[in-house]
């Protein structure tokens, strides 16, 4: 009887969870729509080109409402049982409300890690498309200067600029790190300029005004400059907006990577290994809206299914604001891309 009534959550929950998914993503396209309408218009873009930016819009929209539709699976499937007098026929067999909330944390937790997957991998790839229609197409978001880039140029090489003007095509306060191959942690050379900028007749990078620094294991050796000229570097001035990404189209790995980039080259990642955490943790919510979706809904309330769905609603604009909220407080930190130009 256990596996038939298992076999019922499930399959009630399913429904309510895709029917939950598929009215949140429609609902939130169509407002982003509407928001975006006057941009389509004024920068002619294409029938093509708008479908394709909310396909790969799906996927966030996905990531963020998921959480939201478990807790309306929950609230639905269990407040219509106790609506019904199921739930009390199921305990009175002898099924208590703790059993069957087991079967609700299972679903939960397989949401939550397959989330994990979703929200780390397949959402970024996502982003990375749309914001490339955004840049490309629709002329948003477009980088004049960037700042606190950081990369990796080679496998030993880490460059990074406080501050890079497009207009210029000039970097301010640059340095160059040179580490051994044999060993990651051991840095051979660094160079640190006010200014770099790129001589395009002779193709190098020229630095002005810096120091150049070289280790071995007891000495160092230090040179000072006022032009200094590069030629071995990966990367020329296009390249160092183009490459600029935003956390929401790094995946888990490549966070985790640009955290310990970060590390070995003395700098703080902080910010980057909270940006990591908080895509696990958020990829939980689903788990968590379990443990008061099913208790709230498990006793028999007046107002039934549209009092559900109300606590639901509640819930989900409660949800988009504190998400919001979020948004907000981390729209003024600039993130830029770790991997090799």
Same mark, same amino acid.
């Given at each position: 009887?256990?596996?038939?009534?298992?076999?019922?959550?499930? *399959?009630? +929950?399913? &429904?309510?969870?895709?029917?939950? #998914?598929?009215?949140?993503? @429609?609902?939130?396209?169509?407002? /982003?729509?509407?928001?975006?309408?006057?941009?389509?218009?004024?920068?002619?873009?294409?029938?093509?080109?708008?479908?394709?930016?909310?396909?790969?819009?799906?996927?966030?929209?996905?990531?963020?409402?998921?959480?939201?539709?478990?807790?309306?699976?929950?609230?639905?499937?269990?407040?219509?049982?106790?609506?019904?007098?199921?739930?009390?026929?199921?305990?009175?067999?002898?099924?208590?409300?703790?059993?069957?909330?087991?079967?609700?944390?299972?679903?939960?937790?397989?949401?939550?890690?397959?989330?994990?997957?979703?929200?780390?991998?397949?959402?970024?790839?996502?982003?990375?498309?749309?914001?490339?229609?955004?840049?490309?197409?629709?002329?948003?978001?477009?980088?004049?200067?960037?700042? *606190?880039? +950081?990369? &990796?140029?080679?496998?030993?090489? #880490?460059?990074?600029?406080? @501050?890079?003007?497009?207009?210029? /095509?000039?970097?301010?306060?640059?340095?160059?790190?040179?580490?051994?191959?044999?060993?990651?942690?051991?840095?051979?050379?660094?160079?640190?300029?006010?200014?770099?900028?790129?001589?395009?007749?002779?193709?190098?990078?020229?630095?002005?005004?810096?120091?150049?620094?070289?280790?071995?294991?007891?000495?160092?050796?230090?040179?000072?400059?006022?032009?200094?000229?590069?030629?071995?570097?990966?990367?020329?001035?296009?390249?160092?907006?183009?490459?600029?990404?935003?956390?929401?189209?790094?995946?888990?790995?490549?966070?985790?990577?640009?955290?310990?980039?970060?590390?070995?080259?003395?700098?703080?990642?902080?910010?980057?290994?909270?940006?990591?955490?908080?895509?696990?943790?958020?990829?939980?919510?689903?788990?968590?809206?379990?443990?008061?979706?099913?208790?709230?809904?498990?006793?028999?309330?007046?107002?039934?299914?549209?009092?559900?769905?109300?606590?639901?609603?509640?819930?989900?604009?409660?949800?988009?604001?504190?998400?919001?909220?979020?948004?907000?407080?981390?729209?003024?930190?600039?993130?830029?891309?770790?991997?090799?130009?």
């Amino acid at each position: 009887m256990i596996r038939i009534l298992d076999k019922y959550f499930v *399959n009630q +929950f399913t &429904q309510s969870f895709i029917f939950g #998914i598929i009215a949140f993503t @429609s609902f939130f396209a169509v407002i /982003d729509m509407m928001e975006n309408l006057d941009d389509f218009i004024d920068q002619n873009v294409s029938t093509e080109i708008i479908v394709q930016y909310y396909i790969v819009f799906i996927p966030e929209i996905i990531r963020l409402m998921t959480p939201v539709s478990v807790l309306l699976s929950c609230l639905f499937t269990v407040g219509k049982m106790a609506t019904q007098n199921e739930l009390t026929a199921i305990k009175s067999s002898g099924v208590s409300i703790y059993r069957i909330m087991i079967t609700f944390l299972v679903i939960g937790f397989i949401v939550s890690i397959l989330s994990i997957g979703f929200g780390g991998y397949v959402v970024p790839a996502a982003n990375k498309h749309k914001v490339f229609i955004e840049q490309n197409y629709m002329k948003k978001d477009i980088v004049t200067l960037g700042r *606190n880039i +950081f990369f &990796q140029d080679s496998k030993t090489r #880490i460059v990074s600029i406080v @501050s890079y003007s497009v207009a210029l /095509d000039q970097a301010n306060r640059v340095s160059i790190q040179e580490f051994s191959e044999a060993d990651i942690n051991k840095m051979l050379s660094r160079i640190d300029a006010e200014r770099m900028k790129y001589d395009t007749l002779k193709n190098n990078w020229q630095m002005i005004n810096g120091v150049k620094r070289v280790f071995t294991d007891s000495t160092e050796t230090a040179e000072y400059f006022s032009t200094l000229a590069i030629d071995y570097m990966n990367f020329k001035p296009a390249d160092v907006i183009k490459k600029q990404r935003k956390p929401e189209e790094m995946t888990l790995d490549e966070l985790d990577e640009f955290a310990n980039e970060k590390l070995k080259a003395g700098n703080d990642p902080t910010r980057i290994l909270i940006e990591y955490h908080s895509k696990i943790a958020f990829s939980f919510a689903s788990l968590i809206v379990v443990l008061f979706g099913v208790p709230m809904s498990a006793n028999k309330r007046k107002g039934g299914i549209a009092l559900q769905f109300g606590i639901s609603l509640l819930f989900t604009f409660s949800f988009i604001f504190e998400t919001g909220c979020h948004s907000i407080a981390q729209s003024g930190v600039q993130w830029y891309d770790h991997g090799s130009l």
